[in-house]
């Protein structure tokens, strides 16, 4: 039989209650059993409410970023973050402009004007437009002028002018058969490479030139012309003496008369690129006798 609680004890105990009574907390222990069953019936509706809307209201599930594979052996470095940028059009800077009917070498040196759209009109003196034969089956397209273009307003009148009417003889030609342009019409200050935005601004009349010329060949002297038509970053001497096209025309790029200045010894290799400019145009060389350079083209 269990032993009876002394009544001293009790009555600490039933003071004890009476406080927490007073502070709202009536029982210490009960059987928690119905409790349970109670709340688990209060949830079993609360799920069945949730349940009846869940056929009209959807709510999105977060979204959880997908973790990288890790690779064995392999420190994974943190995805790049990029700025949100228009995409690039796929069409080219040239196929991009529209020929233009009727157009004329008068017309486009009229459209051009006193030319300001970029930084190179600041130090010009004169713009050089281009020289020769409107109708030339032959074109030559050179980078931009130097002091002595710029002083007359003519391409090609400087030294590397002069290596160029020889070459142009020794093909069996005269410099009023052929035509000669630039890139860019004025004068890059103390002879630098014309810059991009530069090329951009002014090759939309080299195009035009080009155009309503319509030559049977054009022939880029140095790297910045070939670039430029053949829209690549590529140096010249992945390409150089190779036939290509140019919207049709073909095209060939050998070294600029500047750089034989410089280095005489590349000047037979630039004559093989010109034997085959001949053989493409059915012309013989300067002594009557025909080329036969150039028959694999």
Partial sequence: MAERIPAALAEKFRKRLTFYQDIGIDLFYHDRLPQ?????GAQHAALQVRTDFTEEVTLPKPVQKPQPAKLAGT????APRFNALPRASDVS????????????????????????????????????????????????????????????????????????NQMIEAMGLQRKDVYICNVVKCRPPENR???????????????????????????????????TLLETNRGISHFRGEW??????????????????????????????????????????????????????
Wanted: net charge positive; charged share 25%; glycine share 10%.
């Fill in 36 to 40: 349970r069953q109670s709340q688990a």
């Fill in 75 to 78: 420190a994974l470095l943190p």
């Fill in 244 to 297: 290509l096209d140019f919207r049709g025309r073909k095209l060939m790029a050998t070294y600029h008369p500047a750089y034989l200045l410089r280095n005489p010894s590349a000047k037979g290799e630039v004559w093989k690129d010109l034997q085959k400019v001949m053989a493409a145009l059915g012309l013989q060389g300067k002594k009557g006798q025909p080329t036969d350079a150039g028959k694999s083209s």
């Fill in 93 to 164: 800077l040239f196929d991009s402009i529209n020929k233009i009917a009727d157009d004329s070498l008068p017309r486009i040196l009229n459209d051009i004007g006193d030319c300001t759209r970029c930084k190179l009109h600041r130090g010009r003196t004169r713009l050089v437009f281009g020289d020769g034969n409107p109708n030339a089956q032959l074109v030559f397209v050179g980078e931009g002028p130097g002091r002595d273009e710029d002083a007359q307003g003519l391409p090609f009148v400087g030294r590397a002018g002069k290596l160029l």
């Fill in 193 to 227: 490479t014309p810059e991009k935005d530069e090329v951009e601004i002014c090759s939309p009349f080299l195009l035009r030139q080009l155009d309503a010329i319509a030559p049977k060949v054009i022939v880029c002297l140095g790297s910045v012309a070939a670039q």
